[in-house]
């Protein structure tokens, strides 16, 4: 089962940053959060992740709390091209397989 | 640099029929994995396979087997096809350690009637 609880689905406005939130309640210390996207019926691509410290690279910024139970994926400036299913992955670094949730259907709005 | 290629895009099956979906990657990737997504849903492990030589169950093992073949190629195999295994089906490589990510072939539609 997937360790992760995300909203269903959400709207922004073009040009808006886009704050997606995860829950990770049960995360251990040797799990990272993964966050991947699925544009339309492509396969998944993945965005960003981290384990504790912040990170940020040209696609987005990831936000984790100082407890691990949550984060947020933020898009800056989101864009139409943004609008896609948004994944949020715990997944121990051990591990060889990656479990996906149901994930929050973003939907950008013009 | 291909990256993950996946043949065929389109399959139609009878109930019954059997089929093999292949996958190759070549990012010169250690773990290789199946997913199927059916409509409006996430995707689901179905099998992986950490390195050459070895695979592993995921969510939904039922009524697929595969096949390592070489580093580069991973195929999945329907014995007999029912029409529950009606979905797209995605392959995946990714190199192995803590940070590593998954890379995406374009999938595999399936129909079974």
């Known amino acids: 089962d997937a360790k992760t609880t995300q909203p269903t689905s959400m709207d922004c406005a073009e040009g808006r940053a886009a704050n997606l939130p995860c829950n990770h309640s049960?995360?251990?210390?040797?799990?990272?959060v993964y966050w991947y996207r699925q544009i339309h019926s492509q396969g998944p691509q993945y965005i960003i992740h981290?384990?504790?410290n912040n990170e940020t690279n040209e696609m987005a910024s990831l936000i984790i709390t100082e407890d691990r139970k949550s984060s947020t994926l933020i898009l800056p400036h989101a864009t139409l091209r943004d609008t896609a299913v948004y994944y949020c992955?715990?997944?121990?670094?051990?591990?060889?397989?990656?479990?996906f949730g149901k994930g929050t259907r973003l939907h950008i709005l013009p | 640099n291909a990256g993950v290629t996946q043949t065929p895009k389109f399959q139609v099956l009878k109930t019954g029929q059997s089929m093999t979906l292949q996958c190759a990657q070549d990012?010169?990737?250690?773990?290789m994995y199946w997913y199927r997504q059916d409509p409006g849903m996430g995707l689901r492990l179905i099998y992986y396979?950490?390195?050459?030589?070895?695979?592993d169950k995921g969510e939904v093992p039922n009524g697929y087997n595969v096949s390592r073949l070489n580093k580069r190629e991973f195929s999945l195999r329907l014995e007999s096809a029912a029409p529950s295994q009606t979905s797209v089906y995605f392959c995946?490589?990714?190199?192995?350690?803590?940070?590593?990510?998954?890379?995406f072939g374009p999938g595999t539609r399936l129909t079974v009637l």
């Open positions: 049960t995360i251990s210390g040797n799990e990272y």
């Open positions: 990012m010169n990737h250690n773990s």
């Open positions: 396979s950490a390195s050459e030589g070895t695979t």
């Open positions: 995946a490589s990714s190199a192995q350690g803590a940070t590593d990510t998954q890379y």
């Open positions: 981290g384990l504790k």
């Open positions: 992955i715990v997944r121990d670094y051990r591990d060889d397989k990656i479990i």
